[in-house]
């Protein structure tokens, strides 16, 4: 089974099981309708998990446990920014075998706590156990936001222009340096260390034309393609348009994983406006890359035209 398959399995034999109020499997994160704020604006709570194994996700050899601490917290706070929210929380459970609970064990969590520090989040309990072999690490994010500006994947319309909101393909350049050896170059260090995009995912999700979000944990071809499946949508998308990182290539942009930059829709009408805005808040671009369409499959284009690529994301399942 793949690990999408996987998923859809649970989701499907645990579809008749009680949701309690949550908005469960198939996003960013998991929504739970919290009341109302101190303006009176509805509320909702954000969940999420990730999981980081030796061997499968980092090298210990190739990684500083100080940068892994921070990298296992940023891919939670990306899927919180992803929905539009504010992290406030965190749980971290850690399996760690003998050579690594000593000074590897406090290196990471020095790290975890200087990104906790930047995004104001707290760490609010977890579980700690001895490893046979390698470490694992899972952390769980909390959020929160106003319930108008949660951003989903299931709301792309036709018609939308897609925007990638930086560029793409560092992480997947920086890991083929890792495998081979050179993990002292910039592509590497930035593979290493993914700065979640928490200020933009709440700056989007408080903008009404943005219609659909996600970030980019998978590449683009296998992520957008979530957007489709849940908006029952199809997309084109232009090749010469996609923004590829200094030292990557169109096709590592375009399937390797792990930039974790958002990925949204948003109304063609608003679009060049909000491109606007978005660069004066910011000082950096985002790039449309494409536009959602009434069909159903995602379509590489090139000068305008059709062009058939096998391009897919990327799974360490
Ligand atoms: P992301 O890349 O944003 O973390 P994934 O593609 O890994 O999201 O997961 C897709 C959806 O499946 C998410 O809603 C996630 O919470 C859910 N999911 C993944 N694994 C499991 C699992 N073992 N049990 C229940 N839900 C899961
Ligand atoms: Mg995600």
Redesign the pocket.
């Known amino acids: 089974m793949t ?2 398959g ?2 859809e399995h ?2 499907t034999s ?1 579809a008749t099981l009680p949701d309690n109020g949550f908005e ?7 929504v739970l309708p919290a009341g109302t704020d101190a303006e009176g604006r509805e509320e909702v709570l954000l969940f ?3 999981l980081l194994t030796e061997g499968v996700h980092f090298l210990r050899r190739a990684t500083p446990a100080r940068e892994l601490g921070r990298k296992a917290l940023a ?1 939670n706070l990306s ?1 919180i920014a ?1 929905m539009g929210g504010r992290p406030v929380a965190t749980l971290l459970s850690i399996a760690l075998p003998r050579d690594a609970a000593g000074t590897w064990a406090e290196e990471f969590m020095a790290g975890y706590r200087e990104l906790s520090e930047r995004y104001a989040t707290a760490l609010v309990g977890g579980d700690t156990t001895r490893s046979e072999s390698g470490i694992t690490i899972n952390v769980t994010a909390i959020g929160r936001a106003p319930a108008a500006h949660v951003k989903r994947r299931s709301t792309a319309r036709p018609g939308d222009v897609v925007f990638a909101a930086g560029e793409l393909g560092a992480s997947g350049a920086g890991l083929r340096d890792i495998l081979a050896g050179r993990l002292d170059t910039p592509l590497a260090a930035a593979h290493r260390n993914p700065e979640p995009q928490v200020a933009e995912g709440l700056w989007l999700g408080a903008r009404e034309e943005v219609h659909a979000m ?2 980019l ?2 590449g683009l071809a296998s ?1 957008l393609g ?1 957007i489709l499946e849940r908006s029952a949508a199809g997309a084109e998308i232009d090749l010469e348009r996609i923004p590829v990182a200094a030292g990557s290539d169109l096709r590592t942009a375009a399937c390797g994983g792990e930039d974790y930059r958002l990925l949204f829709t948003a109304a063609a009408d608003a679009a060049e406006e909000l491109a606007a805005a978005f660069r004066a808040r910011f000082g950096r671009p985002v790039y449309p890359i494409g536009r959602i369409t009434a069909g159903r499959e995602l379509v590489w284009m090139r000068d305008g035209r059709p062009e058939p690529l096998d391009w897919h994301g990327f799974t360490h399942y």
């Open positions: 690990e999408f996987f998923i649970i989701r645990f469960g499997i198939g996003d960013d994160c998991a999420t998990a990730d891919v899927d992803a996600m970030d944990s998978d992520d979530h």
